[in-house]
């Protein structure tokens, strides 16, 4: 499923569909097939369109940010550590070429996870995240991770690395047989918002006991219907599609 899953990651994303149906359509009318051809290219016109238009892709992540809030009042006591996804860190190409970690735009899930380690100096921190690439070439999230919890001043000690998983489920299981882990044990699990509801079903599905703390959310209570961006438009479509097809994917394979 990995594989397939990242061969058909371009899939997914609204532009893609655009450079096809106006590719098709110019095709078509060098071909002899004008009607055809302006059909398809119009096609093309209101799938852009569509893809820019931002309320719509918003109110898909909105309702996955909303399915698992942060706990109003939680008794850090008794949790033993965070669990932290991979994610948040720019290509291993980037580290390779000037050794410096670089944060994405999901970086709250390494800077909570450091605040959350300097607050609760009892808390345990396991980060899972290894080469999610098909030619699996690089340094793994772990070990990018490693170099940047140290930079930040997290007692090494503190902190456990699982660096084989590629995606959310791998990340369950793979780190569940870490030594001297506990998944029966209270952690917080630390990933972004809109991923939350399939990490939630994948990690309670392996049996981790685990409390939601979604981090890195992309939308607010409400937004206006008419909002429009030839920027953020595909992209929030394709993260919205990206999570909601994953859930649908994990349900059909059985694992959440």
């Known amino acids: 499923m990995f594989i397939a899953s990242k061969l058909l990651s371009f899939a997914i994303e609204p532009l893609f569909w655009v ?3 106006l590719a098709a359509g110019l095709c078509l009318s060098s071909w002899r097939r004008p009607r055809l051809g302006r059909t398809l290219s119009w096609m093309a016109l209101l799938v852009l369109f569509a893809a820019c238009w931002t309320s719509g892709s918003e109110a898909l992540v909105r309702a996955l940010e909303s399915r698992h809030l942060r706990p109003a009042a939680i008794d850090m006591g008794q949790q033993v ?4 996804l991979g994610g948040a860190l720019s290509s291993s190409e980037l580290w390779e070429s000037h050794r410096q970690v670089g944060l994405n735009e999901q970086a709250e899930r390494m800077t909570e996870a450091v605040a959350l380690m300097r607050r609760y100096p009892h808390l345990r921190l396991l980060f899972t995240g290894g080469v999610a690439t098909v030619s699996a070439v690089g ?3 772990a070990e990018r991770a490693q170099v940047f919890f140290e930079a930040m001043g997290v007692d090494p000690a503190r902190v456990a690395y699982e660096s084989q998983s590629r995606n959310t489920y791998e990340n369950a299981l793979y780190s569940a047989g870490l030594p001297g882990v506990d998944q029966r044990q209270a952690w917080l699990l630390l990933t972004s918002a809109f991923h939350m509801p399939r990490s939630m079903g ?4 392996v049996g981790w006991n685990v409390t939601p703390w979604p981090v890195d959310y992309r939308t607010v209570a409400h937004d206006s219907w008419f909002d429009f961006s030839l920027q ?3 992209r929030f479509w394709t993260l919205a599609l990206h999570e909601w097809l994953g859930i649908a994917a994990y349900r059909m394979a059985g694992w959440i």
Do not use: K, Y
């Open 19 to 21: 450079l096809a149906l």
């Open 81 to 84: 550590g965070i669990v932290v």
């Open 139 to 141: 340094a793994s999230e």
């Open 202 to 205: 994948v990690f309670r599905r």
């Open 232 to 234: 953020s438009g595909p």
